[in-house]
């Protein structure tokens, strides 16, 4: 279910430009879906976890892990009650004296605690990871479309990997696969039609998509079929005193192939980190076999992108798979644009250049992002033919891209490979 969003979802006063909103270029799929945008947050807790940044008896520590989780879905929204909400996020490190945390906030498109709409019956689920540091609101303006477009759209707080709780990089390195397949199952059993959620009967984990953001695209790949190498291996005891926790999502691990989910059925990798530090050899990207949306920018400082995500997209030779290039882009490929406290003064340059691209317009970004995403989701999910609109020349040099308005392709690359 496609189309305009009503003017309850649509409108605020003075009609300000919120993030997520069409530009004027925008392309044809990048405008919100028909159904009214509900979120709320929720918080879980994963038991007994190992908890590589403390060490007992010289071994890892075992934890109760809690993750809170944004959960955006369609929702019934009352005519006289526009769908405005306030999101609470912070600038800054919670490990980092120079940088302090800077409490703000910003304005959604969606209804807090709105009553969901069953008229779209059970809708795809769609698992959202951040970046090291990050946190579940890093991409609403993608977030509230697609569950405009009638997704149940989750995003994960990864804990002691967002601003507010950043600790040591080896939680990341271990938790982000971890925390994917856990908050899937949660998804999983929460929607049974005996459970007392507001989730119950609303979606359907067997139809389950994955988005993730650099460090969000490393764990999003390896739950996908993409196991860590040696070098892998390595590299993590080199930052935990050789502590094998990682061993389990490595490619060679029995317990890696048996972990491996049926119920995605597409992975969308923004920026994904690791392919320069050999986290990935040619048999661990051979295991993916998933449909993939790779995006990236062509001068990525941080993935890299020769040697980094366009030599993930070049090994993933199993996959049907695409690569959005942002030419001279850098990393910030995916969030939300800079925040304006991040521009006042006194405020760390640090924080503005967090979300910033030096060559694009971020809002700019943002629409076309959410048109190829609802392209390549709509594809897989609800079988929609959207293939036009993915299956483009490498450039516009021979006119426009399907969907994009004359001379708005230009900077972009696409390219499609089949297993």
């Known amino acids: 279910m ?10 605020t006063p003075g009609d300000a430009f919120i993030i997520g909103d069409m530009l004027p270029n925008a392309p044809e799929l990048a405008p919100r879906g028909a159904f009214g945008v509900g979120v709320r947050t929720l918080k879980l807790v994963h038991p ?27 929702a019934r929204i009352s005519a006289n009650k526009p769908a405005i909400v306030t999101y609470e996020e912070v600038l800054g490190r919670s490990n980092d004296p120079k940088r302090p945390l ?6 959604g498109r969606a209804s807090r605690d709105a009553d969901s709409d069953p008229s779209g019956g059970v809708y795809p689920l769609i698992i959202v990871s951040h970046g ?14 697609l569950a405009s477009k009638g997704y149940v759209v989750v995003a994960i707080d990864h804990t002691e990997s967002t601003y507010r709780d950043l600790a040591g990089f080896p939680s990341t390195l271990l938790n982000r696969s971890l925390d994917d397949l856990f908050v899937l199952n949660e998804m999983a ?20 998509a994955l988005i993730g953001y650099s460090m969000g695209g490393y764990g999003a790949l390896n739950v996908v079929g993409a196991g860590y190498s040696p070098q892998a291996m390595k590299l993590f005891g080199q930052t935990t005193g050789g502590s094998t926790a990682l061993e389990p999502r490595t490619m060679a691990s029995p317990t890696y192939k048996a972990s491996l989910d049926s ?8 920026a994904p980190w690791g392919m320069e530090r050999g986290v990935w050899d040619a048999t661990g990207l051979a295991g993916l076999t998933v449909p993939t949306l790779f995006v990236a920018g062509s001068k990525d400082d941080v993935s890299g992108y020769e040697k980094g995500i366009k030599a993930i997209y070049d090994g993933a030779i199993n996959a049907d798979r695409y690569l959005l290039t942002y030419v001279n882009a850098r990393h910030n490929t995916a969030p939300n644009p800079p925040p304006i406290e991040s521009t006042k ?17 971020e809002n700019r970004i943002n629409n076309i992002n959410q048109h190829f995403v609802t392209a390549f989701l ?21 006119g426009p891209w399907t969907g994009f308005k004359p001379r708005m392709s230009v900077g972009l690359e696409m390219r499609h490979a089949k297993p």
Do not use: C
Not at 102 to 107: N, R, S, V
Not at 264 to 270: C, E, G, H, N, P
């Open 2 to 11: 496609l189309g305009t969003t009503s003017s309850t979802t649509a409108q």
């Open 48 to 74: 007994a976890q190992v908890d590589v940044l403390h060490m007992k008896d010289g071994k890892p520590a075992i934890y109760d892990r809690p993750l809170t989780l944004e959960i955006w879905y369609p």
């Open 102 to 107: 800077i409490p703000f906030t910003f304005t």
């Open 132 to 145: 090291y540091p990050g946190s579940r609101l890093l991409l609403t303006y993608l977030t509230e479309n």
């Open 189 to 208: 059993r929460l929607s049974t039609k005996t459970s007392s959620s507001f989730l119950a009967g609303l979606l359907d984990a067997n139809n389950t």
């Open 263 to 270: 119920r995605i059925k597409a992975v969308v990798a923004f």
């Open 345 to 361: 003064p006194g405020v760390a340059p640090e924080e503005y250049m967090h979300f910033a691209e030096p060559a694009w317009n």
């Open 378 to 398: 709509g594809s897989l999910l609800k079988k929609l033919d959207y293939t036009r609109y993915l299956n483009l020349p490498e450039t516009d040099a021979a």
